[in-house]
């Protein structure tokens, strides 16, 4: 079957460093999203990665590797705003989104 | 970006009254649009995927009978959720996949619906 494991919560502190991590299962690969999600609202597009390595927007990078079926988002100068849920999908081989369950982040003062 | 709106976003009926959301591709057409639900504190559920001009691919255990889409345009698709009960009470979204070279497929969402049945 299908599978993507995150983790369920994560607490981190305003202005810290935070890695929210993502492996995935699938019948095959065609790229991986991260997506922010507030309470109440529709997911927003983060970032996209294809191939290894990483990809670096402002205070959000995203890395893939897909030998190990792994990715991470890592969020660098945490603001209170980007208290969310983080959701990893991954685009299977019929160009269908498999999601992950989202990892709600909670940033403390 | 791309903007995709959904119309209403919010809503409140009673049960057994049914209930159309209307989700719209802006400023691109869309060939395929997707609908989700969400419960709260639960990851987003494809209910279907609609393609412009044929009938809708529903998931295992959603009922087509019970929530009718419509994909009459490329840039307009509709969900009826009919005979709408207490349980159907969750948050709709939509989506509309933009199809470029290389296979890159990204998604672009709608604000939501808030559908509560008494």
Redo the contacts between chains.
Sequence with gaps: GQNIDQPTEMTATEGAIVQINCTYQTSGF??L?WYQQHA??????LS?N?LDGLEEKGRFSSFLSRSKGYSYLLLKELQMKDSASY?CAV?DSN???I????TKLIIKP | GAVVSQHPSRVICKSGTSVKIECRSLDFQATTMFWYRQFPKQSLMLMATSNEGSKATYEQGVEKDKFLINHASLTLSTLTVTSAHPEDSSFYICSARVEASGGYNEQFFGPGTRLTVL
């Design positions: 065609n790229g999203f109440g609202e529709a997911p927003t597009f996209y294809v959701l685009l160009y269908q989104l999601w992950g369950a989202g």
